[in-house]
């Protein structure tokens, strides 16, 4: 129950936004270069080393793939999508959230995987089979949006992991907390698993 528990408030703070009154956070994605007992230097996607402080209560979760059947009726989903051309969404990926994390961040907001891109937190209230992949009706907070999950895009959840499992070169999604002398505290991790990139 305790790994469930601390998994879910991981899960949390990577697909959620900040509490009133918290500065933004910072979310860093990339391939891990050192890491060490005090810290973790990222090297980012557009090139640059980020070195992040990691603390006793730096959470780390890892990802594991699922099928795109997994989505079903009922499932509590995070979803980064992009404008469509029919001017619905497309998800450029899917998390399947954990039954303890349902309700996380529940809401649309704006996303920065691509330019232009949101987050839609909720749950799946009807899956319609399409040429091109499945449409989600997805239900949050009183409010609908109609989301294309193609093949290509990326579906998976949440485990549990620990420190020991960042290694130099694996794939990572940081949520960081910034200071105000322009450093960097890792709040949560996600690291990839078994060849599965963190998608979000």
């Known amino acids: 129950m305790r790994i469930r528990s601390l998994l879910a408030v991981i899960v949390a703070s990577c697909l959620a936004l900040p509490a009133l009154g918290q500065q933004p956070a910072t979310r860093v994605r990339g391939n891990i270069a050192t890491v060490d007992a005090s810290s973790i230097t990222v090297t980012a996607r557009d090139g640059q080393q980020v070195k992040l402080g990691l603390t006793p209560e730096t959470g780390v979760a890892a990802v594991k793939a699922l099928d795109l059947q997994a989505i079903q009726p009922g ?42 891109s949101s987050m839609t937190n909720g749950t799946v209230n009807g899956v319609v089979e399409v040429a091109k992949g499945r449409t989600l009706d997805v239900m949050f907070k009183g409010q609908k949006a109609s989301i294309t999950v193609p093949p290509s895009a990326p579906v998976v959840t949440f485990g549990p992991a620990e420190r020991a499992d960042l290694k130099p070169g694996l794939p990572v999604f940081v949520t960081a907390r910034p200071a105000a002398d322009g450093t960097m505290t890792a709040a949560r991790i996600v690291v990839g698993r078994d060849g599965v990139a963190p998608p979000m």
């Open 75 to 116: 499932s509590y989903i995070g979803t980064a999508a992009k404008p469509a051309a029919d001017g619905g969404l497309e998800a450029i990926e899917v998390v399947v959230f954990p039954e303890a994390a349902r309700g996380t961040g529940e809401g649309q907001f704006p996303w920065d995987l691509v330019p232009g």
